[in-house]
């Protein structure tokens, strides 16, 4: 037999869901609404389909093809505009020449339909009606019906003072091509409120047929929420694809569940899904294909489609989330909320009830959201961070996000320019540089792929090769489930603001440069850049004396790129290295424990082996820790103060570059040994550009980055090292006595949150409340005080302002910092 699926509607009421995907295409328990109905009308013989299809329409198409998959043949008939139920099926009655089958592609239901048809044939009929019992007849059109079961008349969407009977039309008929008759072409015309009536005016018959079975009409959030408990309490006979994990529990291919995640049936988990320890997912939850769910985030009555991250300790209760929607941590969607396709929704945000987001919108990190977003979007991010593009790998940073940014980066520099690219020892790393060498090549550019080696050997290889830029692609210091992209100019820096800029304009207007066939860009793979790298170290030292005086040192080069470096610069230098982590890795150790924690592991090591020092690199080749031969970790303020007394003492007349951040005695250090202190931002970004004017001799953050400008202008952990030898080769104490000799630093933080549009008034009321011979304007607010000083500094990332101060001890500067943070509270008032 044939069958007609009415699949046009644009289902209206189920938006933000249906924006931009046809209704019938609406996932149920990971599939397609329109497959349940093919399913069920191949199961009930019906070989032959036609689908009516208008809006979007070539989603079911694509979806569907020729039925051929599905064990039917299946035709397409197109309304150029709406036609009405009736008009769309008379658009199709070229195919419709024997009795056929009329039902709407956006129900679920078991109805025997075979049984249906059989009873249309005993009454003889031009038309018969599946009719259905429900508690509330008010959405839905009623059907009068006589002893006989012939239909007496129809009301639609009655009143309740009109409800007569509480039997319903389900929109499943059986028809005689007759019926055309009674349809005219080209118009809108519908079968309940037109042709019947009309039919039944001219003596016709039309049959009323109570269907047993289950139907649902999924026309609202609450109604698909609903259909999706049925199925899963077992009310309605549809398959539900997976493997039984348990009674009521269904586990897609592929799928990962941790032993300490608690899954409470019924639920369904699509394929290739991640379930994290701690997570909660409660009864009737359903997740679509490829959806990660962090540790201790609770879901309970809700919906996720396909491609959705729910981060660690989201909750969500009674909502429905769209397809690669990223839901940050600590996020909260609280009953009836609905969300888009491919939103973001940040950290501590709340979306209270009953709201709905429409696809691609934003909601900020600690936002609470009590009306529905459907145009604007909400202070969306900003491409750029601090380290370039961040984000969750393959989540965030996917292949295709890589292609596209590599792509606007090639697009702003010159065609036929060249581009050094290099990785870390991830695995995310390395399938994402492979997409960013894409999409360089195919915007004509060339590549000189280092592969696997730190930051800093890309930034050199960048600056002492023909390159033109640099990208490097490693997973972030301190979340081993997050990229970073990271840019370098033609000097090995980071890229400017005007460049990112330009980057963000080219990527938004996707307005990329498509190379011709003959122009894309060639790969090529430079075979001595470590050498280089190493050789010019060596020559930034005063190797003989470092031979002379050979040192033994521990290093953690935590399993990342510096291991392939740092063997041959030591030796060349004569030190006798014990090695901790000295190979590569692909895992996830990479960014597993900070440098302080590294530090306190290698300390008993650094004692027992009686070495002069100990030494962490980061994973990334930048960022470096000191442990004393007594085995004392230096932090990154003591650190600084070391270098800065050891450079100024050994180099006369030195130029240090520091932030406005860090402690006075670094100035005061300097001062005593005839150096002077330039200031600068906080940001690596302004440490980098007055390093590179050519006069500073050493510039260093209290964060752990430290930079020698007369070897590169950018902060290396290696260099670090071998300067920090060859500083101490000049000396005749111990590293643990000169670190006694350092003076305790007390800096005290504390954060005010801040709306983004009262950041400008609380620095302009800041600066108006100081005298301005105890100003500092380099970057925020800095007042001098008799006894320290403090900085009021904007974030530029997150509506936070920051407050540090130093003092002499830690409970002044802890009072002083509080007290300008209620200042700040008092002003956002």
């Known amino acids: 037999m044939k069958a007609v699926i009415l699949a046009g509607g644009e289902g209206t009421r189920l938006r933000p869901l249906?924006?931009?995907?046809?209704?019938?295409?609406?996932?149920?328990?990971?599939?397609?609404?329109?497959?349940?109905?093919?399913?069920?009308?191949?199961?009930?013989?019906?070989?032959?389909?036609?689908?009516?299809?208008?809006?979007?329409?070539?989603?079911?198409?694509?979806?569907?093809?020729?039925?051929?998959?599905?064990?039917?043949?299946?035709?397409?008939?197109?309304?150029?505009?709406?036609?009405?139920?009736?008009?769309?099926?008379?658009?199709?009655?070229?195919?419709?020449?024997?009795?056929?089958?009329?039902?709407?592609?956006?129900?679920?239901?078991?109805?025997?339909?075979?049984?249906?048809?059989?009873?249309?044939?005993?009454?003889?009929?031009?038309?018969?009606?599946?009719?259905?019992?429900?508690?509330?007849?008010?959405?839905?059109?009623?059907?009068?019906t006589r002893p006989d079961g012939s239909i007496e008349r129809f009301l639609e969407k009655p009143t309740w003072g009109e409800v007569f009977s509480d039997t319903i039309n389900t929109g499943i008929y059986v028809l005689e091509p007759e019926i055309f008759e009674h349809i005219p072409e080209g118009e809108v015309v519908d079968f309940s409120g037109d042709v019947f009536?009309?039919?039944?005016?001219?003596?016709?018959?039309?049959?009323?047929?109570?269907?047993?079975?289950?139907?649902?009409?999924?026309?609202?959030?609450?109604?698909?929420?609903?259909?999706?408990?049925?199925?899963?309490?077992?009310?309605?006979?549809?398959?539900?694809?997976?493997?039984?994990?348990?009674?009521?529990?269904?586990?897609?291919?592929?799928?990962?569940?941790?032993?300490?995640?608690?899954?409470?049936?019924?639920?369904?988990?699509?394929?290739?899904?991640?379930?994290?320890?701690?997570?909660k997912l409660r009864a009737y939850t359903v997740l679509g294909t490829d959806v990660v769910v962090r540790a201790d985030a609770m879901l309970e009555r809700s919906v996720c489609h396909d491609h959705v991250f729910v981060g660690r300790s989201v909750h969500l209760r009674g909502a429905v989330v769209g397809r690669s929607t990223d839901l940050r941590p600590h996020a909260r969607l609280e009953e009836g909320v609905v969300v888009g396709d491919e939103c973001f929704v940040g950290e501590n945000a709340v979306v209270n009830p009953g709201v709905r987001i429409y696809p691609f919108k934003t909601v900020e990190a600690d936002a609470v959201v009590n009306a529905s977003i459907v145009w604007e979007s909400r202070a969306a991010r900003t491409l750029f961070g601090p380290r370039g593009i961040r984000g969750l790998a393959n989540v965030d940073v996917t292949p295709e996000v890589a292609v596209r940014v590599a792509a606007a980066f090639g697009t702003a520099l010159a065609k036929g320019s060249v581009v050094?690219?290099?990785?870390?020892?991830?695995?995310?790393?390395?399938?994402?540089?492979?997409?960013?060498?894409?999409?360089?090549?195919?915007?004509?550019?060339?590549?000189?792929?280092?592969?696997?080696?730190?930051?800093?050997?890309?930034?050199?290889?960048?600056?002492?090769?023909?390159?033109?830029?640099?990208?490097?692609?490693?997973?972030?210091?301190?979340?081993?489930?997050?990229?970073?992209?990271?840019?370098?100019?033609?000097?090995?820096?980071?890229?400017d603001a005007s460049m990112q800029r330009k980057i963000e304009r080219l990527l938004n207007r996707e307005d990329f440069r498509r190379a011709f066939a003959g122009d894309i860009g060639d790969i090529v793979f430079p075979p001595r850049s470590i050498e280089f790298y190493t050789a010019a170290l060596e020559r930034s030292v005063d190797a003989q004396r470092l031979r002379e005086r050979a040192r033994k040192v521990v290093i953690d080069y935590c399993h990342g790129a510096a291991s392939v470096v740092m063997p041959s610069v030591l030796a060349k230098l004569g030190a006798e290295v014990l090695a901790v982590n000295p190979f590569a890795s692909t895992g996830p150790s990479l960014a597993m424990a900070d440098p302080q924690t590294r530090g306190e592991a290698m300390a008993p090591l650094v004692r027992a082996s009686g070495s002069d020092l100990g030494f962490v690199i980061g994973p990334h080749g930048e960022q470096a820790t000191i442990v004393d031969d007594e085995g004392a970790v230096l932090g990154p303020d003591q650190t600084l103060l070391l270098l800065v007394h050891l450079v100024t003492l050994h180099h006369a007349g030195a130029r240090i570059a520091l932030p406005v951040s860090t402690t006075a005695h670094a100035a005061r250090i300097a001062r005593d040994h005839g150096a002077e202190v330039v200031w600068t931002p906080t940001g690596e970004a302004g440490l980098q550009e007055v390093a590179a004017q050519g006069d500073i001799t050493f510039a260093a953050s209290a964060d752990g980055a430290y930079i020698w400008p007369d070897f590169l202008p950018a902060s290396?952990?290696?260099?670090?090292?071998?300067?920090?030898?060859?500083?101490?080769?000049?000396?005749?104490?111990?590293?643990?006595?000169?670190?006694?000799?350092?003076?305790?630093?007390?800096?005290?933080?504390?954060?005010?949150?801040?709306?983004?549009?009262?950041?400008?008034?609380?620095?302009?009321?800041?600066?108006?409340?100081?005298?301005?011979?105890?100003?500092?304007?380099?970057?925020?607010?800095?007042?001098?005080?008799?006894?320290?000083?403090?900085?009021?500094?904007?974030?530029?990332?997150?509506?936070?302002?920051?407050?540090?101060?130093?003092?002499?001890?830690?409970?002044?500067?802890?009072?002083?910092?509080?007290?300008?943070?209620?200042?700040?509270?008092?002003?956002?008032?």
């Open 18 to 144: 249906t924006s931009n995907q046809p209704k019938p295409m609406m996932p149920l328990v990971n599939r397609p609404m329109l497959e349940h109905i093919v399913a069920l009308l191949a199961q009930h013989g019906f070989d032959e389909i036609v689908v009516t299809v208008a809006f979007l329409g070539n989603q079911i198409r694509d979806f569907f093809g020729d039925g051929s998959d599905f064990g039917v043949r299946m035709r397409y008939a197109t309304e150029e505009r709406p036609l009405g139920t009736a008009g769309s099926v008379r658009n199709a009655a070229d195919e419709l020449d024997e009795t056929f089958l009329v039902i709407s592609g956006d129900v679920l239901t078991d109805i025997d339909l075979t049984a249906f048809v059989e009873a249309h044939r005993a009454r003889a009929a031009t038309a018969s009606i599946a009719l259905k019992r429900v508690e509330n007849p008010l959405d839905f059109g009623i059907v009068i």
């Open 197 to 279: 009536p009309a039919l039944l005016a001219d003596g016709g018959t039309i049959h009323g047929h109570v269907a047993e079975g289950y139907w649902e009409d999924v026309g609202t959030t609450e109604a698909y929420l609903r259909a999706h408990a049925d199925v899963l309490d077992g009310r309605v006979d549809v398959e539900i694809r997976g493997f039984s994990l348990a009674e009521g529990v269904w586990l897609g291919e592929g799928s990962e569940v941790h032993p300490d995640a608690q899954v409470e049936a019924p639920v369904v988990i699509g394929p290739n899904c991640r379930i994290e320890a701690g997570a």
């Open 420 to 495: 050094t690219v290099s990785r870390d020892t991830s695995r995310a790393a390395r399938a994402l540089k492979r997409a960013v060498i894409g999409g360089l090549n195919l915007a004509g550019i060339n590549v000189e792929d280092i592969e696997l080696a730190t930051v800093p050997v890309t930034r050199f290889q960048v600056r002492n090769s023909r390159a033109d830029a640099g990208v490097t692609v490693r997973l972030a210091p301190d979340d081993s489930d997050s990229v970073e992209l990271r840019f370098f100019d033609a000097d090995g820096l980071d890229i």
């Open 716 to 829: 290396d952990a290696s260099a670090t090292l071998a300067k920090l030898l060859d500083l101490l080769a000049g000396s005749d104490r111990p590293l643990s006595a000169l670190v006694r000799d350092l003076p305790a630093v007390h800096i005290a933080r504390e954060s005010v949150p801040t709306p983004w549009e009262r950041k400008g008034a609380v620095m302009r009321e800041l600066v108006e409340r100081v005298p301005p011979d105890s100003l500092e304007l380099v970057d925020g607010v800095k007042i001098r005080r008799d006894d320290g000083w403090v900085l009021v500094l904007p974030d530029p990332e997150d509506a936070v302002t920051h407050v540090l101060a130093e003092a002499g001890s830690a409970a002044a500067a802890r009072q002083v910092a509080q007290e300008y943070a209620r200042r700040i509270r008092q002003s956002v008032r």
